[in-house]
């Protein structure tokens, strides 16, 4: 995987059973390696970027069982909105912040699963 970094747990919560979950990041440092070819490479970044973002499910919907004996798992879900904020500052100068209005959720799901040994 590229472009991927350990967070500490606190970074995640979730309401399964409410379809409510959040996901938020401050000040995360992301190397600018501009392509697929030259992160592999090793080059050097084309610039530091640092990273602030909150993704939220929202939830809303109602609680479904799911249960899948062919594919070995199931479970609980919950479809809803989700949305997504995000600040991006680059120490070449560059600076974005995305807008939340007018976002458009096509699929959003919070699961509590259970698979393998644990699926019964």
Known sequence: MFWTNRLHPDNVSADPARGRA??????????????????????????????TMKVRWHGG????????????????????PASVWFHVDSDDGFSYTSDT??????A?????????????
């Open 22 to 51: 959040s996901f938020v990041v401050a000040d995360v440092i992301l190397p600018d390696f501009h392509d697929t070819i030259s992160a592999l490479e090793r080059k050097p970044p084309v610039a530091i970027g640092t990273l």
């Open 108 to 120: 959003a799901e919070v699961w509590r699963e259970r698979n393998g040994v644990f699926h019964s």
């Open 101 to 106: 209005h007018g976002q458009k959720t096509v």
């Open 61 to 80: 919907g109602k609680l479904e069982r799911v249960d899948d004996d062919a594919n070995d798992f199931g479970g609980t879900v919950v479809r809803g």
